[in-house]
Antibody
Framework: QVQLQQSGLGLVNPSQTLSLTCAIS??????????WNWIRQSPSRGLEWLGR?????????DCAVSMKSRVTVTPDTTKNQFSLQLKSVTPEDTAVYYC??????????????WGQGTLVTVSS | EFVLTQSPGTLSLSPGERATLSCRAS???????IAWYQQRPGQAPRLLTY???SRATGIPDRFSGSGSGTDFTLTISRLEPEDFAVYYC??????????FGQGTKVEIK
């Protein structure tokens, strides 16, 4: 059974970097059949896909254009987890952040397992 | 980028009643790649249906998806107490960014 366990700080100062980690059990971050995503949710923006990482003979990652390259998603094969870094945060980045597993091929954007969510507040 | 518009914003129904939720896409969704998620308070979204018609593992058969092109529907045939929640549609057509609707809240009347 796939489980995703999130960790990271819930309070970040403006202009600093938000960092969260998602530990995977029941699957592998290096799986050729999965894609590892970060999604956030706020009252003003709803559910918003941020970025992903995945392995298909080599590592790939990309992020939403709207995030203007502030997002980095990185795998850690030694710990079977992946991480999110969001640079130069502002109060508008306050949200609940989720990690989620996507499938392969046509199911790449289909999120069948989710982490528990982390409320991150950007404030000084 | 796809825009998904859900209606109504809130649906007030009683247990045992039928719920019909709508999702309209700003452009035609190839291969009906629309998913529906349920979110209960304080929980992450849970995948219910995908490919417009298929149910995810462990989802009761009272949940069914339908539709094609730009208009999609989630139907809950008989509402159980645990079904009162917020429901989101999502398109996973083609490449990212994948987008979600703004949600429909199903509340107890």
């Amino acid at each position: 059974q796939v489980q995703l366990q999130q960790s990271g700080l819930g309070l970040v100062n403006p202009s600093q970097t938000l960092s969260l980690t998602c530990a995977i059990s029941g699957d592998s971050v290096s799986s050729n059949g999965a894609i590892w995503n970060w999604i956030r949710q706020s009252p003003s923006r709803g559910l918003e896909w941020l970025g992903r990482t995945y392995y298909r003979s080599k590592w790939y990652d990309d992020c939403a254009v709207s995030m203007k390259s502030r997002v980095t998603v990185t795998p850690d094969t030694t710990k079977n987890q992946f991480s999110l870094q969001l640079k130069s945060v502002t109060p508008e980045d306050t949200a609940v952040y989720y990690c989620a597993r996507g499938g392969s091929g046509a199911a790449a954007g289909l999120f069948d397992h989710w982490g528990q969510g982390t409320l991150v507040t950007v404030s000084s | 980028e796809f825009v998904l518009t859900q209606s109504p914003g809130t649906l007030s129904l009683s247990p045992g009643e039928r719920a019909t939720l709508s999702c309209r896409a700003s452009q035609s969704v190839r291969s009906n790649e629309i998913a529906w998620y349920q979110q209960r308070p304080g929980q992450a979204p849970r995948l219910l249906t995908y490919g417009a018609f298929s149910r995810a593992t462990g989802i009761p058969d009272r949940f069914s998806g339908s539709g094609s092109g730009t208009d999609f529907t989630l139907t809950i045939s008989r509402l159980e107490p645990e079904d009162f929640a917020v429901y989101y549609c999502q398109q996973y057509d083609d490449s990212p960014p994948w987008t979600f609707g703004q949600g429909t809240k199903v509340e107890i009347k």
